[in-house]
């Protein structure tokens, strides 16, 4: 049951410590009566009831917190671990790839290095000459067997001109000259007559516009003209070459012509 002292100080919680039995009325009376400047007492803590602000130590939380988080940690560092090493297995894999040869590719090495050695073996100067001269043989038949020309023919009529074209060699170009009376068809004339000389295997010939059956109009201003074929193909027109050339040319002014258009191979 409480006491009068209990009501006028209040009941006593937990901050309130009380000493022994016999000590506790004189030291009652000394809180009751401050110190010696008349301050008033001060409430007495019990010493060993611990300050609540003064923990400056650390923990850590052992917890099921705790060890969850040490677990994953512990799994991303297993993982981050496994790539790495699954990158440095790549990387040496890739490396044994190019550096290591299968057994097949090793007979394929070998095979191929026999044959160079019996190649190197018959490659010799001697080879070599003889080789030169059977090749210097196949070309000189094959140019035995192109018809050869050297001069300008003149064709006299229509069928002689579609035989000129069809009936000729496919390998073989033709060079027809159109030509009526004047200075630029004369002149034209004596460059061919060079021109078929240097270059014998081409067949040069000349036709005049009247057999041709071309109208009054092509013959006064179309000439000189050349038509090129070959294998039955017109491969080039050349049409009003005095309105180009003029009437003064030589054959090196053809030749540099029909050669700047492909009509002619280059020397």
């Not at 067949?203 to 071309?214: N, Q, Y």
């Not at 092509?218 to 070959?230: D, I, Q, S």
Request: glycine share 6%; with cysteine; charged share 30%.
């Amino acid at each position: 049951m409480a006491t009068l002292d209990d009501k006028i100080l209040g009941e006593k919680l937990h901050n309130y410590c009380s000493s022994s039995e016999d000590e506790g009325e004189s030291d009652y009376e000394d809180s009751r009566s401050g110190d010696e400047e008349g301050n008033p007492p001060k409430p007495e803590v019990c010493a060993e009831q611990p300050s609540i602000n003064n923990w400056t130590g650390s923990a850590s939380n052992t917890g099921p917190k705790g060890v969850l988080e040490d677990w994953r940690r512990f799994k991303q560092l297993e993982a981050e671990n496994r790539a790495e090493l699954e990158k440095e297995r790549i990387a040496l894999a890739k490396k044994l790839t190019m550096s290591v040869r299968t057994q097949r590719e090793e007979e394929q090495v070998k095979e191929t290095d026999e044959l160079e050695d019996e190649l190197n073996e018959l490659i010799d100067e001697g080879f070599l000459m003889k080789y030169q001269q059977q090749r210097m043989q196949e070309l000189m038949s094959q140019l035995q067997k192109t018809p050869k020309f050297g001069k300008v023919v003149t064709l006299k009529s229509q069928e002689e001109f579609l035989n000129a074209i069809d009936k000729e060699d496919p390998k073989v170009t033709v060079v027809i000259h159109i030509y009526s009376n004047n200075v630029a068809c004369e002149t034209m004339d004596g460059c061919l007559n060079v021109l078929a000389v240097d270059y014998p295997t081409m067949k040069f010939c000349r036709i005049s516009a009247d057999i041709t059956g071309l109208s009054r109009h092509f013959r006064v201003e179309g000439t000189p003209a050349l038509l090129v074929y070959k294998a039955g193909q017109i491969i080039g027109n050349f049409i009003q070459l005095a309105t180009e050339l003029g009437n003064d040319f030589f054959a090196t002014d053809i030749e540099r012509y029909l050669i700047e258009y492909g009509m002619l191979p280059e020397k």
